[in-house]
């Protein structure tokens, strides 16, 4: 198991920056991906982006060049670095955490973090 807890949500302008963690209870190195979802009102969760254990990365396009996904194993922390934000990237951004490749493998979710971008 693995327990995941975001920080870093607020309100922001647009244009503006913000930087989510996920902390993990337990070391991330041997995790196979982590990722970051978010869910706006009345919308589906969707992807925003994952990291696999090798470092390969993942956007969903309205991100691409906005936002970047790190790990850092050393401090079981996962961040998303998001850019340039826009009023549509506002939502609640949950942490995943997917144990294997496959898509049978347990995942974990944190309680997520809201994010709203307003002027």
């Known amino acids: 198991q693995v327990q995941l807890v975001e920080s870093g949500g607020g309100l922001v302008q647009p244009g503006g920056s913000l930087r989510l963690s996920c902390a993990a209870s337990?070391?991330?190195?041997?995790?196979?991906?982590m990722g970051w979802y978010r869910q706006a009102p009345g919308k589906q969760r969707e992807l925003v982006a994952t990291?696999?254990?090798?470092?390969?990365?993942n956007y969903t396009n309205s991100v691409k060049g906005r936002f970047t996904i790190s790990r850092d194993n050393a401090k079981n922390t996962v961040y998303l670095q998001m850019n340039n934000l826009k009023p549509e990237d506002t939502a609640v951004y949950y942490c995943?955490?997917?144990?294997?490749?496959?898509?049978?493998?347990?995942?974990?979710w944190g309680q997520g973090t809201q994010v709203t971008v307003s002027s």
């Open positions: 995943n955490a997917r144990l294997g490749p496959r898509p049978t493998a347990p995942d974990y």
């Open positions: 337990r070391s991330i190195f041997s995790i196979h991906a």
């Open positions: 990291i696999i254990s090798g470092g390969v990365r």
